[in-house]
T-cell receptor, first 110, second 116 residues
């Protein structure tokens, strides 16, 4: 059974701090990885995608991928209360199958 | 707005009813997806269509029946559902669904389904 695992949280950080969200995946054949943000009652929206080992930065967000360790992370710098949401990690394997983790709830305290 | 619309946004139905969920994408994508999201559980992929052909059926019960008449429209026909089928049903689309291309999925707002 191919899985994506995330700590459900909640992860609580003060405003302005760095939030670190982690994810592991079981399928070594996974090629693409995604972080989605989902506000309560809303649908997921893409934050970052990453395909190669290393870091990828986009504004306050940095995604990190380590295929050897089957580990993906998302760092949010200068966290804001508006970043409070559930963050979903997803992997895309061969074919059309995207597997999502259950999500980590992030709470940024003002 | 992501360019993916879903109707209705909320649906309450009895176990003997027949209803349909509709999804439409205005992004020119070729792949469309149905997901089920239940409380405290990961998003569950139900069906994938690529160029109108079904490419994934993730062991979904036959009381859920998908239909994809063209690359822009996707339906989920519901019949004799159970209370445990109550969930948020999300539609998504992507360019072509192929791994390795970085194919991003764009989600619609979802249909909140309650089965009584």
């Amino acid at each position: 059974q191919k899985e994506v695992e995330q700590n459900s949280g909640p992860l609580s950080v003060p405003e302005g701090a760095i939030a670190s969200l982690n994810c592991t995946y079981s399928d070594r054949g996974s090629q693409s990885f995604f972080w989605y943000r989902q506000y309560s009652g809303k649908s997921p929206e893409l934050i970052m995608s990453i395909y190669s080992n290393g870091d990828k930065e986009d504004g306050r967000f940095t995604a990190q991928l380590n295929k050897a360790s089957q580990y993906v992370s998302l760092l949010i710098r200068d966290s804001q209360p508006s970043d409070s949401a559930t963050y979903l990690c997803a992997s895309l394997t061969g074919g059309f199958k995207t597997i999502f983790g259950a999500g980590t709830r992030l709470f940024v305290k003002a | 707005e992501t360019g993916v619309t879903q109707t209705p946004r909320h649906l309450v139905m009895g176990m003997t009813n027949k209803k349909s969920l509709k999804c439409e994408q205005h992004l020119g994508h070729n792949a469309m997806y149905w997901y089920k999201q239940s409380a405290k559980k990961p998003l569950e992929l139900m069906f994938v269509y690529n160029f109108k052909e079904q490419t994934e059926n993730n062991s979904v019960p036959s009381r859920f029946s998908p239909e994809c008449p063209n690359s822009s429209h996707l339906f989920l026909h519901l019949h004799t559902l159970q209370p445990e089928d109550s969930a948020l049903y999300l539609c998504a689309s992507s360019h072509d669904g192929l791994a390795g291309t970085g194919d991003t999925q764009y989600f619609g707002p979802g249909t909140r389904l309650t089965v009584l």
